[in-house]
């Protein structure tokens, strides 16, 4: 399966300095072009910046070898949904890709897994490609409940999605990992992975086609050995995106 790395932004950037970051992205893609996936997830002000970059990285094939992803979308079509933005919308902006149910969106902004998986329907219906996330806190970990905490997650999203699950994108993410600098091992990673893989594989015949990512503190020095592993597809990344030589080492990791 060809792998995926997706940088996540966060709430940073400046235009001056998202030049700086992918003109140097851009250039060692060129230099070496990926043979997995690249996508970088931003806040939604520098969709056209990355645009830009998105139509320079075009391979002699056409094709793009960085794609601009999103960092949220509504599960409404349209309406008044003030400060919403729909996933219409950003289709018409050539987003690819679209992160839902971050912890953070779980945390901060109260979404529920009911709430994720509806999101993820309308990114589905409108051809984008979803990045759901899910994963348990460290309180949850700590009490051995993280198989129950992340099967009930993706379970949502299984069963409002239907048949359309294998178009999905999973993402791991152990929310106590998440910018702590703290990581799973490779084996722990693995371990839940392969949960995933099986719940998938029970929920339709075409779960070899989804991509489960881990997102938990992926960096330049841990990024091999997590993406050795059998079940983990490639990553999400938060800190290292921001940084060029940090995320080519890891898009390098991911080669296939």
């Not at 998202?18 to 140097?24: G, I, K, Q, S, V």
């Not at 490639?234 to 995106?241: Q, V």
């Amino acid at each position: 399966m060809k792998k995926l790395i997706a940088g996540n932004w966060k709430m940073n950037g400046k235009f001056g300095q998202n030049t700086a970051l992918l003109d140097a992205v851009l250039a060692g893609l060129k230099e070496k072009p990926p043979t997995c996936g690249v996508a970088v997830c931003v806040p939604f002000p520098y969709f056209v910046q990355v645009q830009d970059y998105q139509d320079r990285s075009r391979d002699e094939s056409g094709n793009p070898m960085l794609s601009l992803g999103a960092q949220d979308v509504s599960a409404h079509e349209a309406g008044a949904y003030t400060g919403e933005v729909a996933a219409s919308m950003l289709k018409e902006l050539t987003v690819s890709y679209v992160i839902v149910g971050h912890s953070e969106r779980r945390q901060y902004h109260g979404e529920t897994d009911q709430l994720v998986a509806d999101k993820t329907k309308a990114a589905l219906a409108a051809g984008i490609t979803p990045i759901v996330c899910i994963g348990e806190t460290l309180a949850e970990r700590e009490a051995g409940h993280t198989e129950e905490v992340v099967k009930r997650q993706l379970a949502a999203v299984i069963h409002t999605n239907g048949h359309c699950i294998s178009e999905i994108v999973v993402a791991y993410e152990p929310v106590w990992a998440i910018g702590t600098g703290k990581t799973a091992s490779p084996q722990e990673a693995q371990a839940v992975h392969a949960v995933l893989r099986a719940q998938l594989k029970a929920a339709t015949d075409q779960f070899a086609r989804v991509k489960i990512l881990y997102g938990g503190s992926m960096n330049a020095a841990n990024a091999a050995s997590l993406l050795a592993q059998p079940d983990i597809d490639g990553g999400l990344i938060g800190g290292a995106s921001l940084k060029a030589p940090d995320f080519l080492t890891i898009i390098a990791a991911a080669q296939n």
